[in-house]
């Protein structure tokens, strides 16, 4: 008579399968979750099926630009250190969801596993109809470190997902970093958010109105080097490290992407590059001239690209990231009543040796891409 086997050696066997075909190269391999729910499979992304990967994408709830097809395109072409490892996750033959996650090597010999990079959101998604636990994929993605010689594995999750999936995570040795950004929901009104806006900004608007400055969004090469230029020193003023300009290129080229300038006597003075994914606008890369803050462009871009959300039938605008001891950041982006939205990364380190030296390199290697910049 056949034995039913226990469900945990049905795990094993499956984390074993599944490595199997990780250590391959595949990236694919069955898994069964539990008893109660079908056996799923993961299969990479490839030339063949890449185009489908917005299209299950966008089906799952809250996804923004930065699990889409075109942003992995942009960065493994404007990062040579990053690999982009994509998977579909199947079940009963029906894709029905998406882990997007790129392998960074900043140096020879050491990788890092991260979903995604930078701290942008990453992990799990899954179509509305989708239903999974994600314990086996993700001892599976460990088992893949520990072979492959990944110094360290890092989720960063949506805050939706920080609530689903964050105490699996550190209750299985993942440590948690928490972040948070600034969202708002539009509800396609532009008049109500308008009302909704601290008076100040309503009088920056309007000073910047009546001082002649005027907000486009532009695809013009010339306009793009002006504001690259102007980023450049917005950031190495504020102590960042810049994005290429290869990248914002391509996430123009791809239409992912628009750059939004603000002109005073045909000078552009400030602008902002956004995304626009799914249901999302998100705010990005922001640069200004100081000479001109006293015009308020950057109000007047702001509510620029607030307004065209509601017109273009977005729900939300993500104003992005901040670091927290930024209070005068945070609260510039809560005077448009965005709210404050927390989400986390959880990073397990896999060779400690391995991620110290990353540490101590990490400095001095982003001193010298800015200077290159």
Not at 15 to 39: D, E, K, W, Y
Not at 206 to 224: M, N, P
Request: one cysteine or more; glycine letters at 6%.
């Amino acid at each position: 008579m056949h034995q039913r086997r226990p469900h945990s050696e049905i795990r094993r066997q499956c984390r074993v399968s599944l490595f199997c075909r990780l250590h391959q190269g595949t990236l694919c391999g069955v898994v069964r979750i539990t008893a109660n729910l079908p056996m799923y499979t993961v299969e990479p992304l490839t030339p063949q099926n890449q185009d489908e990967w917005d299209v299950v994408i966008q089906q799952c709830p809250n996804t923004t630009a930065f699990q889409s097809l075109a942003w992995r395109d942009a960065l493994a072409t404007a990062f040579k250190q990053l690999t982009p490892v994509y998977l579909f996750i199947k079940q009963q033959d029906a894709v029905i969801g998406g882990l997007p996650a790129f392998v960074f090597q900043p140096i020879p010999g050491i990788r890092l596993w991260h979903s995604m990079p930078w701290n942008l959101f990453g992990g799990i998604h899954l179509i509305a109809s989708g239903q999974l636990e994600p314990e086996t994929l993700i001892t599976s993605v460990e088992t893949a470190a520990a072979e492959k010689g990944w110094c360290e594995i890092r989720w960063t999750l949506i805050p939706e997902h920080t609530a689903t999936y964050g105490t699996l995570l550190t209750d299985t040795g993942y440590e948690r970093t928490d972040h948070f950004t600034h969202l708002l929901k539009t509800d396609g009104n532009v008049d109500a958010l308008w009302h909704a806006y601290n008076k100040r900004v309503r009088g920056a608007v309007r000073k910047a109105e009546k001082s002649g400055v005027a907000v486009t969004d532009t695809d013009s090469k010339a306009a793009l080097s002006t504001f690259y230029d102007m980023y450049l020193m917005t950031v190495k003023r504020l102590g960042g490290t810049p994005k290429p300009r290869t990248l914002m290129q391509t996430l123009l080229q791809r239409k992912i992407a628009k750059l939004a300038i603000a002109t005073y006597r045909d000078t552009i003075i400030a602008g902002l590059l956004y995304l626009r994914f799914n249901r999302t606008v998100t705010l990005w890369c922001e640069a200004s001239v100081p000479a001109f803050l006293k015009y308020r462009p950057n109000n007047a871009i702001f509510h620029y690209i607030i307004t065209q959300s509601c017109r273009e039938g977005y729900e939300w605008v993500d104003f992005g990231a901040s670091p927290p001891e930024n209070t005068g950041l945070i609260a510039h982006k809560e005077q448009y009543r965005a709210t404050q939205t927390d989400f986390a990364s959880y990073t397990k380190v896999i060779s400690p040796l391995k991620r110290n030296l990353w540490t101590r390199s990490e400095g001095a290697l982003r001193q010298i891409y800015t200077w290159m910049q």
